[in-house]
């Protein structure tokens, strides 16, 4: 990328190239601040960064400990919800099997009978959605 830096007032520009990483990481940041590439490039020239203060990091991590304290605190809650989730999708599945093999039997019986076989493709979709399949 190529840039140039006019003056407001009289001559004396100035043109310089930048290596292809750093326009790219210029133009991300332009993208995703929404920031013109004149602007970044001003305050990357003028080295115009705030510093940050020792009392605000401080309090940021204070939240962060405060926001991890209700996280664990959340998961403790979750975690034996999540274990009963998981017994019930197992106990569906095992009836799923269950009642595909009861189908199974049950089409075998009519056709020893010789008794008009139906389909029933709403209790098959049923099955296959506890199975997993």
Do not use: C
């Not at 979750?78 to 999708?89: C, E, G, I, M, R």
């Not at 569906?92 to 009861?102: M, P, Q, R, W, Y």
């Amino acid at each position: 990328m190529k840039v140039t830096i006019k003056p407001d007032k009289g001559f004396g520009k100035i043109t310089f190239e930048l290596d292809d990483y750093i326009a790219n990481e210029i133009l991300k940041l332009g993208e995703e601040f929404k920031v013109p590439i004149e602007r970044i490039l001003q305050i990357i020239i003028f080295s115009e960064f705030k510093k940050p203060s020792s009392s605000n990091i401080e309090k940021a991590e204070e939240e962060i400990k405060k926001l991890e304290k209700k996280v664990w605190n959340l998961e403790m809650e979750f975690a034996p919800l999540k274990f009963k989730a998981y017994n019930v999708t197992q106990e569906n599945k095992l009836l799923a099997i269950e009642v595909s093999g009861l189908l199974a039997e049950n089409v075998q019986l009519k056709r020893f009978l010789k008794m008009k076989i139906d389909r029933n493709v709403e209790l098959r979709k049923i099955i296959s959605y506890y199975m997993g399949v």
